[in-house]
């Protein structure tokens, strides 16, 4: 780990279990002023005493999931999820061959997904995702995750998390943070292996979602999964979800895209100290590079505006160059 | 306590901080065979090596609020609170007097309220309710809170809690459960009072809401709380909002009436040791006796049907009698 940087700050660290040096929590985190800002707010925050001290309950951070937590290039790992179920239920649907826009999917890749207007896109979610009860659909996803893999790394999906920032979820955990993550993706789909990837429980995931009904299907109570979407979690919905499941305004916020503004916005209006924070993807050789941020003017998915970077530079938020921030991005990978 | 009972057990107890004789965790519950259900319930699914073992991510506990956790006759505490709201804002609306359900309410009282139709209550819960930014209605209800009375005992609602409930959220709480509230109640209602009162914060209240929007308001992030009804928080919409909130089945319920019923299906639908309770409201002197479970052909809020009863039975619910489970109801009152 690099010591050159002039704005080096010493990190408070806990003692290490041998009562040796102190450990280190954010290892992956290069030292500079992005490590320090995450770091003096925790301090902060947490520090008996201080002035921006903020009781245990009222710590409260959100998390996006794709580009914040993991890589969604290509394309999102639930998207990929949702054309593996096109072509494993083809049989059952001949019609599919002929039908739009399933059969353009059928012949095509995550491209043929991407280019494909919403209306589109929730017709092949709908197909994949209803028609079945909640545990069911549990099932299907836990075993494609088990062995779905990232077409360009050949790693197992669940592999594709950002180290950085299992380390700064386990970080704000140790210091009586409860951490939510806030998706666009579906809720039923992360909380599969929210919990054993992230260390975040069923209950502390939002997300979007479709219809359930409740039924009593061959003696047991269950619930059912319906073709309706009640809430695409993305934008303007992501501060009113945050609110509808926790009640309080957080006080950290993260994401990596225009979908995040709104919740950052949301976090940053309360008063004391407040953290929000965005994951700038520049890092064509460990990751991808993307988004007009970067001057490239091709849209994508998770696309990081110029616009929104200057609003993080105005409003105080931290922006996290991936190439410049992060001495590690995923396990698998040599420290640099 | 008595321990006459024949069916009197052994209760597991903790030891008392200064060593002596143990503390029962729920002394305002009679021995007998509602408590050893609850207890043995709870040994079961906390004793390590016992077959029926739940890890505690698991140990999720649901309960209802009105008639389960604390008093809700002569009529529900958030009708008195719009009650008094319309009373308050009737100044600003000169065309109350004038109009329904609005005229009929100013000149009567909660039975008024309580005798409207649904859709009558739902102008009411609209007007007083909804136009504000979500953390306005916060204080609002929290400054009537502090104040609004019980009109037959002249307690502060906010004490007429039940105690042996509040007992049993801490006795669940300290084996490893995570307790939820699922009300029909207003969440936002619920929320003001739900940490300070039942030691359950914020995100753990789930209950019914009206639609709220993402606004900048005088540059301030805030969301407004419109008149729209997004989820009535009763009857089969309980297991679905379980789902949605906590997506995980709960492995015990608490409820009083037929609005608890598919909560209490629906947890008892899993595997494993599962527990499920109805309060039955049979104690006309030191709270209220009523219901047709009890003979009484009068509906009232609340009311637990001789079906349901009959369903507990056959399901092996665990009904409480009020009259003679609990030997204290309010912490104001004397041991008896």
New interface residues.
Partial sequence: MSHDDPTDVTIRSQPSDDGGAPVDPLPSWREGRTKQSIVSFVENVTTEGSPLFVPV?ER?ATFDNDGTLWCEQPGPVQVYFALDRVRELASQHPDWSTTEPFASLLAGDVDTALAMSTSALLDVVMATHAGMT?EEFGRIVEQWMATARHPDTGELFLDMTYLPMLELLAYLRDHGF?NFIVSGGG??FV?QWS?RVYDV?????IGS?IK???A?RDG????LRLPQLVVNNDE??K??TI??????RPIAAFGNSVGDQ?ML??T??GGGARLGVLVLHDDAAREYAYGPALGMTTPRVGAFTQALHEQAEEAGWTVVSMRDDWNRIFASEPLR
């Fill in positions: 309950p409260i909640t409860k809720v039923e909380r919990e429980p069923p209950e502390q995931v979602s359930t009904v409740f009593v047991a109570p269950v619930l303007d919905a501060p009113v609110n509808q499941h926790i009640g309080r709104q916005e949301f940053h209006g």
